[in-house]
T-cell receptor
Framework: GQNIDQPTEMTATEGAIVQINCTYQ??????LFWYQQHAGEAPTFLSY????GLEEKGRFSSFLSRSKGYSYLLLKELQMKDSASYLC????????????FGTGTKLQVIP | GAGVSQTPSNKVTEKGKYVELRCDPI?????LYWYRQSLGQGPEFLIY????????DSGLPNDRFFAVRPEGSVSTLKIQRTERGDSAVYLC??????????????FGAGTRLSVL
C-alpha cells in the first residue's frame, strides 16, 4: 500500500521562504508530484521528481530522496496568492499509473 | 477542449436517488481518473481508465458506484441509492497516457455533490 505524510498546516510571512515536507512509504515508486490547490478549485500541477535531487522552476523547487522516502517543496519570495493547499502525490512502479495523494498542507501566507 | 470539463459543477440530491457525473477530458488524453475529495483531505482515488477499459477500479467504495468510458473520451461516474456519506467533491483528471514519462494528470474543477 501507499502511505504519505505531510504537515496539516503551515504559516509563513510574505517575502519569506517556506519548505513543505513529504515522507512516503510505498510498495513501488515511479515518480512524485506536487500540486497546488486553492480553496474550491482544482489541483494544478507544480512539479515532478523521479530521480534524486532538486528540480527548480521559478520560485518553486522540489527535492527528492528515494532512499529516504522524502521530498520537499520549497517556495521562495512568498506572495499572498501562494496561500493554498499543497498536495504531495506518489505514483506506483512499472507501467501502472495510479497516483496516491497525501492529505495536503494548508499554507497561509501572512503580511 | 482546452481543459478537463466536469458537469454539473454542483449537484444536490436526496438520499436514495441516482446521480450521474460527467467528465470531458483534454482532447487526445487516453488516461482518465476519478477521485473523491472531502473537506480538508487530499483526493482519494476511485477508478482509472486507459482508453475504454477500467485499468483499476479498486478505489470504488462499493457496488453503488460505477463508471464508464464507452468511446475512450467522455466518462460518466454513476452513483446509485445515494447516501449522505457520498457528499464530497468528485474530481476528474486526464493524462496523455502510460507511454509518456511524466504522464501528468490535469484536473477538472470538480462536481460538488450534496446528498440531503
Amino acid at each position: 500500500g501507499q502511505n504519505i505524510d505531510q504537515p496539516t498546516e503551515m504559516t509563513a510571512t510574505e517575502g519569506a521562504i517556506v519548505q513543505i515536507n513529504c515522507t512516503y512509504q510505498t510498495s513501488g515508486f515511479n515518480g512524485l508530484f506536487w500540486y497546488q490547490q486553492h480553496a474550491g478549485e482544482a489541483p494544478t500541477f507544480l512539479s515532478y521528481n523521479v530521480l534524486d535531487g532538486l528540480e527548480e522552476k521559478g520560485r518553486f523547487s522540489s527535492f527528492l530522496s528515494r532512499s529516504k522516502g522524502y521530498s520537499y517543496l520549497l517556495l521562495k519570495e512568498l506572495q499572498m496568492k501562494d496561500s493554498a493547499s499543497y498536495l504531495c502525490a506518489v505514483r506506483g512502479s512499472g507501467g501502472y499509473q495510479k497516483v496516491t495523494f497525501g492529505t495536503g498542507t494548508k499554507l497561509q501566507v501572512i503580511p | 477542449g482546452a481543459g478537463v470539463s466536469q458537469t454539473p459543477s454542483n449537484k444536490v440530491t436526496e438520499k436514495g436517488k441516482y446521480v450521474e457525473l460527467r467528465c470531458d477530458p483534454i482532447s487526445g488524453h487516453t488516461a482518465l481518473y476519478w477521485y473523491r475529495q472531502s473537506l480538508g483531505q487530499g483526493p482519494e482515488f476511485l477508478i482509472y481508465f486507459q482508453g475504454t477499459g477500467a485499468a483499476d477500479d479498486s478505489g470504488l467504495p462499493n457496488d453503488r458506484f460505477f463508471a464508464v468510458r464507452p468511446e475512450g473520451s467522455v466518462s460518466t461516474l454513476k452513483i446509485q441509492r445515494t447516501e449522505r456519506g457520498d457528499s464530497a467533491v468528485y474530481l476528474c483528471a486526464s493524462s496523455p497516457g502510460g507511454g509518456y514519462p511524466k504522464n501528468i494528470q490535469y484536473f477538472g474543477a470538480g462536481t460538488r455533490l450534496s446528498v440531503l
